[in-house]
């Protein structure tokens, strides 16, 4: 089972980016899948997640109101749409798949087990 993100690169401060989580070897449907990001010298943080059931989403409170996540099983992909991108937006994006959707427990890494490579989002003037 292999996650690819893809989607990311350089967009100016208020510029918006949509970055694709390709799955292969196996299909989404039964995973919460999760998107994490880590800036230059940062730890890797949580962004947003997607339940498998129902779809229902969880964000980041930084994220509240400018990015959307959502799936689409029939592709087995999965979408993080990121408008008013900030420059402290600027990290590696990386999605990933996990078997439970807790709300206590979405964002941290250990809840999910299969990762994808990540992809760059650089915001700067």
């Known amino acids: 089972f292999q996650l690819q993100a893809s989607g990311g690169g350089l967009v100016q401060p208020g510029g918006s980016l949509r970055l694709s989580c390709a799955a292969s070897?196996?299909?989404?449907?039964?995973?919460?899948i999760g998107w994490f990001r880590q800036a230059p010298g940062k730890e890797r943080e949580w962004v947003s997640c997607?339940?498998?059931?129902?779809?229902?989403?969880v964000y980041a409170d930084s994220m509240k109101g400018r990015f959307t996540i959502s799936r689409d099983n029939a592709k087995n992909m999965v979408y993080l749409q990121m408008n008013s991108l900030k420059p402290e937006d600027t990290a590696v994006y990386y999605c990933?798949?996990?078997?439970?959707?807790?709300?206590?427990?979405?964002?941290?890494?250990?809840?999910?087990?299969?990762w994808g490579q990540g992809t760059l989002v650089t915001v700067s003037s």
């Open positions: 070897g196996s299909t989404l449907d039964y995973y919460t």
């Open positions: 997607v339940g498998s059931s129902d779809g229902s989403a």
């Open positions: 990933a798949a996990g078997p439970t959707f807790d709300l206590g427990t979405v964002s941290s890494l250990r809840s999910y087990d299969f």
